[in-house]
T-cell receptor
Framework: ETGVTQTPRHLVMGMTNKKSLKCEQH?????MYWYKQSAKKPLELMFV???????ENNSVPSRFSPECPNSSHLFLHLHTLQPEDSALYLC??????????????FGPGTRLTVL | AQKVTQAQTEISVVEKEDVTLDCVYE???????LFWYKQPPSGELVFLIR??????QNEISGRYSWNFQKSTSSFNFTITASQVVDSAVYFC???????????FGTGTRLQVFP
């Protein structure tokens, strides 16, 4: 199943670098999500987009900047990150934002290490 | 506030044993959805099941079965005759119909040894 793809799978960056994570879904969905998974912590929802409009920003620091140019693509632009931002970043998609009824399907994640 | 508790941090079994992963949830909503996801070492969360709050029928899919009990706010997951390929972290999650957020538990790491 390759319904949701993420690139790159692994990324190492310095604190002064700028990089971007890419997510693409091939499921015809309209809602896309970014999650952060740190060691020994529950998955944290970061951003939600529904029909390209951001509907949720879960108090994420501005060094993380999402972009959703269309319903199939979602980016997470990274700038001046901190070592504590090292984590697995997961993208997900669902049919749309619909009262929790739609299942979210996840990509394989990008393992980010900030030096 | 919604909350999902997976009290078992890690479980180890030997192949062919049955294993049950516990999930207890809290919500004030009368309409909600519960999910189980599997996260193998590759990292991807694989969707296993979705159950709405009005459907308390237990479900079986091959070696997997789920026991939903509203009276105890539990949605437990049983793997029968476990296999090494079942080794993964399993997450239980609850969706809030008003904000569409998925609230995840902290996960249970299952290790199945040959």
């Amino acid at each position: 199943e390759t319904g949701v793809t993420q690139t790159p799978r692994h990324l190492v960056m310095g604190m002064t670098n700028k990089k971007s994570l890419k997510c693409e879904q091939h499921l015809g969905h309209n809602a896309m999500y970014w999650y952060k998974q740190s060691a020994k912590k529950p998955l944290e929802l970061m951003f939600v987009y529904n029909f390209k409009e951001q509907t949720e920003n879960n108090s994420v620091p501005s060094r993380f900047s999402p972009e959703c140019p269309n319903s199939s693509h979602l980016f997470l632009h990274l700038h001046t990150l901190q070592p504590e931002d090292s984590a697995l970043y997961l993208c997900a998609s669902s049919q749309e934002i619909n009262g929790g009824t739609d299942t979210q399907y996840f990509g394989p994640g990008t393992r980010l290490t900030v030096l | 506030a919604q909350k999902v508790t997976q009290a078992q941090t890690e479980i180890s079994v030997v192949e062919k044993e049955d294993v049950t992963l516990d999930c207890v949830y809290e919500t004030r909503d009368t309409t909600y959805y519960l999910f189980w996801y599997k996260q193998p070492p590759s990292g991807e969360l694989v969707f296993l099941i979705r159950r709405n709050s009005f459907d308390e029928q237990n479900e079986i899919s091959g070696r997997y079965s789920w026991n939903f009990q509203k009276s105890t706010s539990s949605f437990n997951f049983t793997i029968t005759a476990s296999q090494v390929v079942d080794s993964a972290v399993y997450f239980c999650a609850l969706s809030d119909i008003y904000t569409d957020k998925l609230i995840f538990g902290t996960g249970t790491r299952l290790q199945v040894f040959p």
